[in-house]
T-cell receptor, first 111, second 116 residues
Framework: AQSVTQLDSQVPVFEEAPVELRCNYSSSVSVYLFWYVQYPNQGLQLLLKYLSGSTLVESINGFEAEFNKSQTSFHLRKPSVHISDTAEYFCAVSGFNDMRFGAGTRLTVKP | EAGVAQSPRYKIIEKRQSVAFWCNPISGHATLYWYQQILGQGPKLLIQFQNNGVVDDSQLPKDRFSAERLKGVDSTLKIQPAKLEDSAVYLC??????????????FGPGTRLLVL
């Protein structure tokens, strides 16, 4: 079975600053990796995912994540955050018939 | 296109009572998932349907939880009898293809259950 650890439960940051949300996973099989986001009063929605190929994946709103197999990590980064990025971010890993989510990181962007 | 619908949005019951949650996935989506999200934790996959068959229910507490997806469309998750530790948000999600867990999942707003 897979497991996911999100190393920070809360990340406060000022607007226009860079941010990194950390995610480590463990698995004995090949995995797919995801970041889902939950904006206030909304449901979870996919931000980006890694299935295969290039280890750097990007979202349409400026986030990127890099799959690092040797470090079993899939950290999420953005060079300059906006107030509207305030949300809870969940890292998830899936293998064969098993999907696990991390506990989430609450990103708060302050003006 | 309409998103994943869930009802009710909130439910308060006493322990040992029964409760049922309903989910209508996005039209045409083959795969449906039920998750349990306890406060402060990430979603935990309870059961996965492909069309009307169960793909995986290894984390479903089968002594009290049951789920069905009749006709491969909408689905019902039931808890009978409920315990205090069942207090959580129950999320339903769907994905277009029956291609496994690499598919993008679309989540509903969830049902918040409080067991007193």
């Amino acid at each position: 079975a897979q497991s996911v650890t999100q190393l920070d439960s809360q990340v406060p940051v000022f607007e226009e600053a860079p941010v990194e949300l950390r995610c480590n996973y463990s698995s004995s099989v090949s995995v797919y990796l995801f970041w889902y986001v939950q904006y206030p009063n909304q449901g979870l929605q996919l931000l980006l995912k890694y299935l295969s190929g290039s280890t750097l994946v990007e979202s349409i709103n400026g986030f990127e994540a890099e799959f690092n197999k040797s470090q079993t990590s899939f950290h999420l980064r953005k060079p300059s955050v906006h107030i509207s990025d305030t949300a809870e971010y969940f890292c998830a890993v899936s293998g064969f018939n098993d999907m696990r989510f991390g506990a989430g990181t609450r990103l708060t962007v302050k003006p | 296109e309409a998103g994943v619908a869930q009802s009710p949005r909130y439910k308060i019951i006493e322990k040992r009572q029964s409760v049922a949650f309903w989910c209508n996935p996005i039209s045409g989506h083959a795969t449906l998932y039920w998750y349990q999200q306890i406060l402060g934790q990430g979603p935990k996959l309870l059961i996965q349907f492909q069309n009307n068959g169960v793909v995986d229910d290894s984390q479903l507490p089968k002594d009290r939880f049951s789920a069905e997806r009749l006709k491969g469309v909408d689905s019902t998750l039931k808890i009978q009898p409920a315990k205090l530790e069942d207090s959580a948000v129950y999320l339903c999600a769907s994905s277009l293809l029956a291609g496994g867990l690499q598919e993008t999942q679309y989540f509903g707003p969830g049902t918040r259950l409080l067991v007193l």
